[in-house]
């Protein structure tokens, strides 16, 4: 069993930045694919940025492209958010997700475990 929990989200103004961190349980972290995912209300939840199990491809989500960074490092079993130039669009509960497969997946539906989600508000 895999838990994550992520944590750095708060308020920030529009145009500010924020690194969400998302720390994994368990020995495997280093072999699996991560992602992060956002949820605002009255929304699904919607893929932002993925990341392979050593970090040599990611992917991300058109509207966060040039934006945010996601990144890893194995030795803390944590995955990084970095937003930045964010904007009130950007407000939402963000997740961090882990895939046991073996390609960069942009579905929630191939996500294997999930953490509980960190709010950011942006505000304008």
């Known amino acids: 069993q895999v838990q994550l929990v992520e944590s750095g989200g708060g308020l920030v103004q529009a145009g500010g930045s924020l690194r969400l961190s998302c720390v994994a349980s368990g020995r495997t972290f280093s072999s699996y694919i991560m992602g992060w995912f956002r949820q605002a209300p009255g929304k699904e939840r919607e893929f932002v940025a993925a990341?392979?199990?050593?970090?040599?491809?990611?992917s991300y989500a058109d509207s966060v492209k040039g934006r945010f960074t996601i990144s890893r490092d194995n030795a803390k079993n944590t995955v990084y958010l970095q937003m930045n130039s964010l904007k009130p669009e950007d407000t939402a509960i963000y997740y961090c997700?882990?895939?046991?497969?073996?390609?960069?997946?942009?579905?929630?539906?191939?996500?294997?475990?999930w953490g509980q989600g960190t709010q950011v508000t942006v505000s304008s």
């Open positions: 997700a882990l895939d046991r497969g073996t390609g960069v997946d942009t579905t929630v539906e191939y996500y294997d475990y």
């Open positions: 990341i392979t199990s050593r970090g040599g491809r990611t």
